[in-house]
């Protein structure tokens, strides 16, 4: 038997082609996008407004594929949802359903990859073997599996899960355009965020392409000799470029650009790596989130309140808008970087 065609994850394009290659017209591909990712319809049958004959010829020749949930665990310090999907064989992503405290925004934190080839020092990700890439249909059925599993809409996106997004550029950019396609889930543009751990050339890309998404990079380290020891990617790409990449952003976008900033104690805080951070940010158009450590690899261990304040007034001081991002879900390894450790 002929495999079937997979109709998730496709551009209004393709699904337009798929269905001349049936025989039917193409009107039938706008019903089928907006039923897909408007109504939010997971199977053929509910396609009520196709004859039972197109449905029929549908279920011989096309597929809508899901994923099988593995695990759903609930914080009980605030409303983190983390859920685990098996999408193949010994394969299996995470997802995180992230309310905000005031029930204003509500977060799907979504993989790119299954696994992640950077091994960064601080992640559990980059702990884990890479399996390969996602397909755009298998991004997108994370925000349609969390939504049907939590009953509600996400306001934002972000591409903060397992992987570095800017090595599956293709499928990545794919799924956020069917994200923000008003024809489809109808996010802002500016509610979906894209973050890199500094893959240049995806930078390149996403600039000479005008992607509309919010941009974030994850600096974590101001110091050009250092950021190495806990970014392997800083060989490739150093610190340097990564910095002027950000500039050629900012300037040709006209935009501003999110940093996102571990914050480990004994290895990128203190007085000197704040005022190098300060430097660095104080020449760009941007906005700085500091993430306290999660995990405690190699040693180290998470900051206290009192040592994250003492960092961002330190930060404040050079004019650039500093966040400091909560860590949801902790207890349920929900939040960033705990991806991947049991539970
Ligand atoms: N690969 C991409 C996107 C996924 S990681 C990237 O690296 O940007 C998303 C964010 O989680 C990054 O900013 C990363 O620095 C942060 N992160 C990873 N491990 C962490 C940990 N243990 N504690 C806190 N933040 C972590
Ligand atoms: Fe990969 Fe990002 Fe984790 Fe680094 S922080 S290992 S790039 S997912």
Redesign the pocket.
């Known amino acids: 038997m002929a495999t079937k065609q997979v109709l998730k994850g496709l551009s209004p394009e393709e699904l337009k082609s798929f269905f001349q290659s049936i025989g039917e017209p193409a009107f039938r591909a706008k019903q089928l996008y907006s039923g897909l990712y408007k109504n939010r319809y997971s199977s053929f049958s509910e396609f009520t407004s196709f004859s039972l004959g197109l449905r029929q010829k549908l279920e011989e020749t096309a597929e809508l594929p899901s994923f099988q949930v593995h695990k759903d665990l609930q914080s009980k310090l605030d409303g983190t949802r983390k859920f685990s999907f098996i999408v193949g064989e010994q394969r299996e992503i995470e997802a995180v359903w992230i309310p905000s405290e005031d029930g204003n925004r509500k977060t799907i934190c979504i993989s790119s990859q299954v696994g992640?080839t950077l091994a960064?020092e601080?992640?559990?990700t980059g702990k884990l073997p890479f399996k390969g890439n996602l397909k755009a249909w298998q991004i997108l059925e994370q925000v349609l599996m969390v939504e049907k599993l939590s009953g509600e809409k996400a306001s934002n996106i972000v591409?903060?899960?397992m992987?570095?997004?800017m090595h599956n550029y293709h499928s990545v950019m794919k799924a956020a355009s069917i994200l923000s396609d008003p024809d489809a889930f109808g996010l802002g543009t500016r509610r979906i965020t894209i973050?890199?751990?500094g893959d240049i050339k995806g930078i390149e890309r996403f600039i000479r392409k005008k992607e509309p998404y919010n941009f974030a990079i994850?600096l974590?380290h101001p110091d050009p000799e250092k950021r190495g020891d806990i970014m392997g990617i800083d060989k490739k790409y150093p610190l340097e470029d990564l910095i002027e990449a950000a500039r050629n952003f900012t300037r040709t976008l006209n935009r501003r650009i999110t940093f996102?900033y571990?914050l480990i104690p004994g290895v990128n805080m203190g007085q000197e790596n704040a005022k190098k951070l300060k430097r660095l940010v104080s020449s760009l158009n941007c906005k700085l989130n500091l993430?306290?450590?999660?995990?405690e690899f190699n040693g180290w261990r998470r900051p206290t309140e009192s040592e994250i304040e003492e960092f961002r007034e330190q930060i404040k001081a050079s004019g650039v808008p500093v966040m400091n991002r909560r860590s949801p879900g902790k207890d349920i390894n929900g939040?960033?970087?705990?991806l991947a450790l049991k539970g």
């Open positions: 992640c960064c601080f992640c559990a591409f903060m899960g992987g570095e997004p973050s890199t751990s994850s974590n996102e571990i993430i306290p450590l999660n995990t939040a960033c970087g705990m």
